[in-house]
């Protein structure tokens, strides 16, 4: 996936996990109904987990979302690892170009993602550089960041911004790629719906998550951010 940059049809911009990154898919950016519950303290120090987490929008609509089911899957895995025992396997059985199609593949919108939990609420300064190793292709958009931020203290998202895996290649060991990237500069960032971009060192963290949403298969280890690592279902 290249990192041109381009709008969903209306009706799935409205969505509350789909927003476009690039240039021809639909990409999560964030899980709706946690919105609410980002935390206005951060805890000190950072205690890192991940949250696996899948599901799908079906066509036509594109706004209903069902769980993982045959079109994709996030889960923990003791088969393929590059810390400790575990990693996150992510996967998506169809291919995203179908969704931009008159008649739309039930799974090109399904996404898999890992969900950091622990950053909620602290600034983007303090979550720093954010990086994650990938066992598979380490792509221009799958897998990524996509980071939701509040920028009115509210709780709510006010906006995304996007980071890829191969913009910010930080090194390789055997069949893992490494990336590491600040979060003050993403790739790529608006304000909802789609205005400019306003992602500020002061503005807070409502979600972060390790994100694909292209066809393939992923493991997920040694996700860092706000100076902590994990990769273990117990977290940091």
Same mark, same amino acid.
């Given at each position: ?25 639909? =990409?999560?950016? !964030?899980?709706? &109904? ?6 206005? %303290? @951060?805890? *000190?120090?950072?205690?890192?987990? #991940? ?14 979302? =069902?769980?993982? !089911?045959?079109? &994709? ?6 088969? %393929? @690892?590059? *810390?400790?025992?575990?990693?996150? #396997? ?28 622990? %950053? ?117």
């Amino acid at each position: 996936m290249s990192l041109r940059w381009t709008l969903l049809p209306a009706a799935m911009v409205a969505l509350p996990f789909l927003v476009n990154a690039c240039i021809n898919e639909p =990409t999560a950016g !964030g899980v709706g &109904s946690r919105l609410s519950a980002a935390r206005l %303290v @951060a805890v *000190d120090p950072v205690s890192l987990k #991940l949250d696996p987490i899948a599901g799908n929008f079906p066509p036509p609509d594109f706004l209903r979302q =069902t769980g993982n !089911g045959p079109y &994709s899957q996030a889960q923990w895995t003791n088969k %393929v @690892a590059l *810390d400790g025992k575990f990693s996150v #396997l992510l996967a998506k059985s169809v291919d995203f170009s179908s969704c931009y199609t008159a008649t739309p593949q039930n799974g090109c919108a399904a996404f898999a993602a890992a969900i950091v939990t622990g %950053v909620e609420g602290i600034t983007i300064a303090d979550l720093g550089d954010i990086g994650f190793s990938v066992n598979g292709d380490c792509g221009a958009g799958s897998p990524r960041f996509n980071l939701l931020y509040d920028t009115n203290g509210d709780g709510q998202a006010d906006g995304v911004a996007f980071y890829g895996c191969a913009a910010h290649v930080s090194g390789s060991v055997a069949d893992w790629t490494s990336m590491t990237a600040s979060a003050a500069a993403p790739d790529f960032c608006y304000t909802f719906p789609s205005d400019a971009c306003t992602l500020t060192p002061a503005a807070t963290v409502v979600e972060l998550s390790v994100l694909v949403d292209e066809k393939g298969t992923w493991h997920i280890d040694r996700v860092q951010a706000a100076a902590a690592t994990t990769g273990e279902p117990n977290g940091t």
